[in-house]
């Protein structure tokens, strides 16, 4: 089975930013849709961003005028600018095909001083 890997997470200060990366093992059929979610302790895993086959983006109200999520050959990314503590979280891939969700393992994000 195909699996996604994250990457790019880490320990930024508060209006800092970070890219978060996400790539797969294999070639995966037809995609849908490329989201970005993440999850804190205790919450539910809630959607960021997503990006369509044809490159439609959207973003959940928490990411907008912050995030911009993109594609390329190689992978799908999250860039992430003026950072809060509220985004701390681990962030996930997810690949939604016309058959499955895939998901990676997460990439933790912490924003702190």
């Known amino acids: 089975q195909v699996q996604l890997v994250e990457s790019g997470g880490g320990l930024v200060q508060p209006g800092g930013s970070l890219r978060l990366s996400c790539a797969a093992s294999?070639?995966?059929?037809?995609?849908?849709?490329v989201n970005w979610y993440r999850q804190t302790p205790g919450k539910e895993r809630e959607l960021v961003a997503t990006?369509?086959?044809?490159?439609v983006t959207n973003y959940a109200d928490p990411a907008k005028g912050r995030f911009t999520i993109s594609r390329d050959n190689v992978g799908v990314y999250l860039q992430m600018a003026s950072l809060k503590p509220e985004d701390t979280a681990v962030y996930y891939c997810?690949?939604?095909?016309?058959?499955?969700?895939?998901w990676g393992q997460g990439t933790q994000v912490t924003v702190s001083s």
């Open positions: 990006i369509t086959t044809g490159g």
């Open positions: 294999g070639i995966i059929l037809r995609i849908k849709t």
């Open positions: 997810n690949v939604r095909t016309a058959y499955e969700d895939l």
